[in-house]
């Protein structure tokens, strides 16, 4: 069965969720059908592009191509979007045209900002295949490439038209990637708390593949980042709150050169901002936490490496704000449920939580 979560900004778009969905049918309501193209990667497109052309076809659209980028995080770079962008022209895609874009989180990101850019925007469908494009980057409208710089440093808001996310697609998705879409998981149910946070005890059995906890968690997922992001839709305040483990973890990505995958190092930088919990609010969920990433197969600690690398990239990491000293900005729990914000540390701070996970 098909559930529907609608994500109520401006212009509203629907979150399908299901099994065996039918896309072309799903998005009817959102989108004409005209022309198209796919957008998606080397691991993929083999698996799945072909199936989602045919039911697009048979819907009345007309794909023009598809075009795959190697899979993985170097392809959410300027040269890769560059050669995406020069190809949609390449195919003769017009503004009325639409994007779908097939894949995890890369994909997502790299296909959304060639949306919202090509020809200053045509419209954008995301098709999730991993877990955590699923249940968190193919909801809020964030898309973007990272820079040598750091992460995600190019990029955009633009709304998809829909976002398609079929539960079977995550049948051949690897383990090691399943494990990372938890991260992102156990994240939100920390920060929402209630009935969320219950559902946590199915890490385990959604870490098996069981159909009913993946669907379940991806649902609570979609339902809270849907509601987040349409409190604050453009992050000037407690849209921050998704942050929690960034702060360091988007570090711990780029010092790993990004050999460590997102939610891996998400789960350590979780790991490092419960530990800044308990010294700056004195709230203990060390423990609590890291039982949840390790039913899910996470790691709670960072490869070793010098702790003054991870607090230089820090300090390029986009979210820190310019002008205030010192400080970091970190997401902390005041308890399960109860997220603050702008949690102002200082790099002796930032250095012992690292230390800790170290
Ligand atoms: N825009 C946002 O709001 C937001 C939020 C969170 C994360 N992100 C970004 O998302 C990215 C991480 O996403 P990800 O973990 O999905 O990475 P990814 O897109 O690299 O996918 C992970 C791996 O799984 C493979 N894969 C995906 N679906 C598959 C399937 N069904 N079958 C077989 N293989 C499959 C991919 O080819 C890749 O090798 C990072 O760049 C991160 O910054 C963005
Ligand atoms: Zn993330």
Not at 172 to 186: K, N, Q, Y
Request: a negative charge; charged letters at 20%; proline letters at 4%.
């Amino acid at each position: 069965m098909a559930e529907r979560v609608e994500v109520p900004v401006s212009t509203p778009y629907p979150v399908v969720v299901g099994e065996n969905l039918d896309t072309a049918g799903s998005i009817s309501k959102a989108l004409k059908p005209g022309a198209a193209v796919i957008l998606t990667d080397s691991n993929v497109g083999a698996r799945h592009a072909g199936s989602v052309v045919e039911n697009l076809e048979a819907g009345g659209w007309n794909v023009l191509g598809v075009i795959e980028v190697p899979a993985g995080e170097s392809s959410k770079s300027l040269r890769v979007y560059g050669d995406v962008v020069g190809r949609l022209a390449a195919s003769g895609l017009t503004r009325d045209s639409t994007l779908f874009a097939l894949g995890g989180g890369v994909v997502g990101d790299l296909g959304g900002f060639a949306a919202a850019t090509y020809m200053r925007g045509i419209s954008f469908v995301a098709l999730p295949t991993s877990l955590l494009a699923m249940v968190d980057s193919s909801v809020g409208g964030k898309v973007g490439v990272d820079l040598p710089e750091g992460k995600n440093l190019a990029g955009a808001f633009l709304r998809p038209r829909a976002v398609i996310a079929d539960l079977e697609r995550l049948d051949t998705l690897p383990d090691r990637d399943l494990s990372c879409g938890l991260a992102e998981v156990i994240k939100m149910g920390l920060l929402s708390g209630g009935a969320y946070f219950d559902d946590l005890n199915l890490i385990g059995a959604a870490r098996s593949r069981d159909p009913e906890a993946l669907r379940t968690l991806v649902l609570d997922s979609v339902r809270f980042k849907a509601d987040v992001v349409a409190g604050d839709e453009l992050e000037t305040g407690r849209r921050a709150i998704l942050n929690y483990g960034h702060t360091i973890g988007h570090a711990l990505e780029a010092v790993a050169d990004y050999a460590l995958l997102h939610g891996e190092a998400i789960s350590a930088g979780m790991s490092a901002a419960a530990h800044l919990s308990r010294e700056k609010l004195g709230m203990d969920l060390i423990e609590l936490q890291r039982d949840l990433l390790q039913s899910a197969g996470l790691p709670v600690n960072a490869p070793a490496t010098d702790p003054a690398n991870i607090l230089a990239a820090m300090g390029r990491d986009k979210k820190r704000r310019s002008g205030d000293g010192a400080a970091h900005r970190f997401v902390l729990l005041e308890d399960v449920g109860s997220p603050v914000w702008g949690v102002p540390i200082t790099d002796d701070e930032a250095r012992q939580a690292i230390g800790a996970i170290l």
